[in-house]
């Protein structure tokens, strides 16, 4: 079974320029969410699709960040336009449904200069 | 929010050596999860135990619910087994309708040959 994909690997930009994150996640996996892990910290959670509605955006930074996730399938992340403190580790995780068990991309690291 | 502290923070053993790694939560939770965060920053799946006790080879989880903390057992460490250990859970009531797992600081684990 594929794992959750995430692209590209790498990423950086200088500050106030933008940039997008694409994952695709576990084949039948309703449930896909982003997350952002700053160098020496957990993982935090950013926003959670089930399917193509969203659950919870609460922790986004809407005024730059967005995302989307059309047909309930592959998800972008953009931020637009970028921050120094932006710089970080973008992941994105699915799961079958709800509570169920989360897998985890590889992950986009941004360096915002 | 619910609130999750890692033990040891930072972790030096020898190869063959043995090591439990502790996780305790604030409050009920309804998902906990352990996962390894290899050197390339890929997070792995150990374990999905909101309770009880599982093995997978020299790995075992205990999560004791009504005490709120989990224990992570690695056995006979191996130099592969460097990385950080993340605890995450997520607590249905808390969590404001999104299933985003709140993480831990994690466990810095250095297996030294």
């Known amino acids: 079974e594929a794992g959750v994909a995430q692209s590209p690997r790498y990423k950086i930009i200088e500050k106030r320029q933008s940039v997008a994150f694409w994952c695709n996640p576990i084949?039948?996996?309703?449930?896909l969410y982003w997350y952002q892990q700053i160098l020496g910290q957990g993982p935090k959670l950013l926003i959670q699709?089930?399917?193509?509605?969203?659950?919870?955006d609460s922790q986004l930074p809407k005024d730059r960040f967005s995302a989307e996730r059309l047909k309930g399938v592959d998800s972008t992340l953009k931020i637009q336009p970028a921050k120094l403190e932006d710089s970080a580790v973008y992941l994105c995780?699915?799961?079958?449904?709800?509570?169920?068990?989360?897998?985890f991309g590889p992950g986009t690291r941004l360096l915002v200069l | 929010g619910i609130q999750v502290e890692q033990s040891p923070p930072d972790l030096i053993l020898q190869e063959g050596a043995n090591s439990t790694l502790r996780c305790n939560f604030s409050?009920?939770?309804?998902?906990l999860q352990w996962f390894h965060q290899n050197p390339w920053g890929q997070l792995i799946n150990l374990f999905y135990?909101?309770?009880g006790t599982k093995q997978n080879g020299r790995l075992s989880a205990t999560t004791v619910a009504t005490e709120r903390y989990s224990l992570l057992y690695i056995s006979s460490s191996q130099t592969t087994d460097s990385g950080v250990y993340f605890c995450?859970?997520?607590?249905?009531?808390?969590?404001?309708?999104?299933?985003?797992?709140?993480f831990g600081k994690g466990t810095h684990l250095i297996i030294q040959p």
């Open positions: 995780a699915s799961s079958l449904g709800r509570t169920e068990t989360q897998y």
């Open positions: 084949s039948g996996h309703a449930t």
């Open positions: 699709f089930q399917n193509n509605g969203v659950v919870d």
């Open positions: 409050d009920s939770v309804n998902n």
């Open positions: 135990i909101p309770s």
């Open positions: 995450a859970v997520w607590d249905m009531y808390s969590g404001g309708g999104a299933d985003g797992l709140t």
